[in-house]
């Protein structure tokens, strides 16, 4: 597979309790590294594509640490820049039943948040780029990440590379306010949206009289993507049963139809990065299907999968994700 994709975002070091532990009884936390356009770097690697991260650490063991972890999953790390003094954190309560899970963020001042354009080349980094993804988060973190962003995005519309970008808003990082005014302005470079009908009513100002979901997204989806151009819109519609118990599906928006992937009832192991499994899911099969039925089938099978699997990345193969989607049958695989 000789599809190139970079992602720009920040590389955080995921400190969970174990055993569905709160913060204040907990003696000890399980270590992963993540960040949402870094687990969708991961994951793309982990599935076969050329994938490159863009983004900075600290020159030291714990940054030394996160770089072997990309490499350990294949991913490259030629625009890995170090410097600054500290990685970014995030602290994760797993909750469970009727217990939400929690998160608590430690990223102030990380070396990301410090990243210099000057530092990058962003025309060698384009070279021969089938797509480039970065997120909403990325856009919060620092104005320099937001200018970063914004850049590269411009870039890409000029030498016909196509965008991916995924509102991934976090209540925590910004007010409603603060990411209407940072994303509209970037929306014109993207091409793929990653969106749900919260996005578009809070941050996007759009209204509708549907009363039900689906309803919701037949109203919405011609509206934004006819302001905003988009070739793409995809969405995850989840039914929260309780922390533990989610029923989950996707949907596509493309040159005016809905697609719908199959729904799964999942009993959640780690719902973390699911959102960027479904992301990567979906670009993967973007860049090596032209079926969008295929397409979002594969995003909502390879996001039901990661919910059992601990960590940020979702470890898995094409094989599992498309014989989840065609097959109903949980037999063991003999």
Not at 91 to 102: A, D, M, P
Not at 232 to 238: C, D, G, H, L, T
């Amino acid at each position: 597979m000789n599809k190139k994709v970079v992602t720009l975002g920040e590389m955080l070091l995921r400190l969970s309790t174990n055993n569905n532990n709160r913060f204040i009884t907990s003696k000890s936390f399980d270590i992963h590294f993540g960040g949402a356009e870094i687990n969708v770097g991961v994951n793309l690697a982990n599935l076969g594509l050329n994938s490159y991260v863009i983004t900075k650490v600290p020159n030291n063991d714990i940054g030394t640490a996160s770089v072997n972890y990309l490499k350990s999953h294949g991913v490259y790390t030629d625009y890995v820049k170090t410097g600054s003094e500290r990685l970014g954190i995030y602290f994760l309560e797993q909750g469970t039943s009727l217990r939400n899970s929690k998160v608590i963020y430690d990223r102030a001042d990380s070396a990301f948040c410090n990243i210099d354009i000057d530092e990058l080349d962003i025309d060698e980094i384009l070279e021969n780029t089938d797509l480039f993804h970065v997120s909403g988060i990325t856009l919060t973190l620092s104005e320099k990440t937001f200018e970063l962003s914004k850049l590269i995005l411009q870039k890409c519309k000029e030498k016909n590379i196509t965008t991916s970008f995924d509102f991934n808003y976090r209540s925590k990082l910004w007010t409603l306010q603060e990411a209407k005014e940072k994303i509209v302005e970037i929306l014109p470079y993207v091409d793929i949206a990653f969106a749900g009908y919260l996005d578009f009513i809070n941050i996007l100002g759009f209204k509708t009289d549907a009363t039900n979901l689906m309803d919701t997204y037949k109203d919405l989806y011609p509206k934004v993507a006819e302001k905003y151009n988009f070739k793409y819109i995809v969405s995850s519609m989840r039914d929260v049963i309780s922390a533990s118990k989610n029923n989950y599906k996707c949907i596509l928006f493309h040159n005016d139809n809905i697609y719908e992937s199959k729904q799964y009832q999942i009993d959640i192991v780690d719902r973390v990065g699911s959102g960027d499994a479904f992301t990567s899911g979906f670009l993967y099969s973007f860049l090596t299907s032209d079926d969008n039925n295929y397409r979002i089938q594969f995003a909502a099978a390879s996001a039901a999968i990661k919910h059992t699997i601990v960590g940020d990345a979702n470890l898995t193969t094409k094989e599992e994700i498309e014989n989840l989607f065609n097959s109903d049958s949980f037999e063991i695989g003999r």
